[in-house]
């Protein structure tokens, strides 16, 4: 990839990315460890079924999972092992619950005596119909747990096998689109010139539509109509280009690209017992499938542009309240909110790095917004049957973060000085809970680190073909 080119359906270079990324980076990664606020995640880790299958198989705690995931595992000392890296680590405290009082204190000596626990509770869980992400308490009794995400980090679990390759393809299956990626039938019936086709051909294509999948569907047409008007007026050709379902597919392969830019550069070398970068795993999972390095960098201007638009809303622009990170704690919340704002700031030092205002526009318009909402919703339910507790951690938080970004970008009105009088607009935001921003500051946050790791990657890389 040439630093220089352009990082497509983004509006920056690989290069103007990376240079960005060296000024937001160090703001990031001091918010992310340095302040209770942002170094927490609640979440429902452990109580939540896996909706779409039996997940027992996939569990790596158990024997099965464990000695799938690694040649002889039974071999290798029991710290080593998947079972035993993909455990949390530190104290998991466990939600009060909404009714608690101020004097109950449950979190004391629960999360590490310097944690505040103004800046750890959250209140409100209401939901909103604009959610990408499931709400962390969905239907659960629980209220979830609390986690520190500094004891936890991202890295190599040894997670892998059937287990791990079945949420990937479910992942992946949600990208289909296909119910309402096929053609508006209005579409079908009209010639390019607006004039109705009707007559058996359209119909029999209706039902093969319906019947079919789309690259079956277009491939038929191709043999049966290769110059038709409506070939082309269904669009069926550009659906694979179609911005929406582009963007889609590229939200989660950039995801998955940057949980294996984690794992391989936080890897353990299970002879020497040394976490590691590993070189062999970042050339066969990353730099040989340029693709998937591409899909890491939209998403980078993806969220980056999304925390870059939430920056004024968070300072009580745009008709909104100003945030409160840390209720009962002036002085903590002023420390957040400085740390949080140099984090805005800097990613705003790029201006619209994706524009979001291109997207949902063609004809299938709102159905397609919901779709693609709901479609997000199931990939964040997927995670639930993630079968490593770390793993389902880092999981579970990225797709909320992908979730609030994509929030941000669809569902905020506008910039915040939207009536353009140079203050706040008057304009309807929806309100952010704590896990949404928790989540997003620190995917953004993930991504920051894999674009970091990969520099260093291909400079090792390029070291060690230099020497070759
Ligand atoms: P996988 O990464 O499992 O990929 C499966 C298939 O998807 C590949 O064969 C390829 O065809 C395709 N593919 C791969 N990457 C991309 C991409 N970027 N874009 C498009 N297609 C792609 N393991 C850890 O060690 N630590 C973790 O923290 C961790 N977190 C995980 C979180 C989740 C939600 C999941 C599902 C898995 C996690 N894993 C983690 C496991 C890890 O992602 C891999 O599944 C595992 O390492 C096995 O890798 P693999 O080489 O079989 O390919």
């Given amino acids: 990839i040439s630093p220089k080119a352009i990082v497509s359906d983004a509006c920056a270079s690989y290069a103007t990315l990376d240079k960005l990324n060296g000024v937001v980076k160090p703001a990031l990664d001091d918010l992310t460890t340095t302040t209770d606020f942002f170094s927490h995640y609640r979440l429902n880790l452990f109580n939540k079924k896996c909706p779409f299958w039996d997940d027992e198989n996939g569990m790596c705690g158990n024997i099965a999972c464990a000695v799938e995931t690694l040649d002889n595992e039974e071999d290798i000392p029991e710290v080593w092992r998947s079972s035993e890296l993909g455990k949390l680590e530190g104290p998991v405290a466990k939600h009060p619950g909404r009714r608690v009082q101020k004097t109950d204190r449950p979190l004391q000596d629960g999360l590490g005596a310097d944690v505040g626990e103004s800046c750890v509770f959250e209140y409100d869980d209401e939901c909103d119909e604009r959610d990408y992400c499931v709400p962390e308490d969905e239907s659960a009794a629980s209220k979830g747990d609390y986690v520190s995400l500094l004891r936890n980090p991202e890295r190599f679990t040894g997670y892998s096998g059937f287990g791990a390759s079945q949420i990937w393809d479910a992942i992946y299956r949600e990208n289909c689109f296909q119910r309402s990626s096929f053609p508006h039938s209005a579409a079908l019936g009209q010639s390019s010139n607006g004039a109705p086709f009707g007559g058996p051909a359209v119909e029999d294509l209706k039902q093969v539509l319906e019947a079919a999948g789309r690259q079956q569907v277009l491939e038929q047409m191709r043999e049966t109509h290769p110059n038709a008007p409506f070939v082309a007026q269904t669009g069926l050709e550009a659906q694979d280009e179609c911005l929406e379902k582009r963007v889609f597919y590229r939200v989660i392969s950039g995801m998955h690209a940057s949980i294996s830019t ?27 499938h340029p693709d998937r390095i591409s899909n890491l960098y939209f998403n980078y201007a993806l969220v980056a542009r999304a925390v870059a638009k ?32 140099a984090v805005t700031e800097g990613a705003a030092s790029e201006p619209r790095l994706f524009d979001e205002s291109l997207m949902f526009k063609n004809g299938e318009g709102p159905s397609l917004k919901e779709d693609f909402r709901n479609r997000f919703r199931n990939v964040s339910r997927v995670m639930d049957c993630v079968g490593c507790d770390k793993c389902r951690l880092w999981g579970k938080l990225q797709t ?22 140079g203050g706040g607009g008057e304009v309807d935001v929806p309100r952010l809970k704590r896990t949404e921003l928790v989540a997003l500051f620190n995917t953004y946050a993930r991504i920051s680190g894999s674009l970091a790791a990969i520099g260093k990657f291909r400079a090792m890389y390029e070291a060690q073909e230099a020497s070759a």
Avoid: M
């Fill in 262 to 288: 984690h794992l391989c550069w936080d890897f353990l070398n299970q002879t020497t017992g040394q976490w590691q970068p590993n070189l062999a795993c970042y050339v066969s999972r990353l730099h040989s």
């Fill in 310 to 341: 939430l920056g004024p809303y968070l300072q009580g622009e745009g008709g909104s309240e100003r945030y409160t990170f840390c209720t009962g704690d002036p002085s903590q919340d002023a420390d957040t909110r400085a740390k949080v704002l």
């Fill in 400 to 421: 909320a973060g992908y979730g609030t970004a994509l929030k941000i970008l669809f569902e905020f009105g506008g910039d915040a000085d939207a009536d353009g009088d």
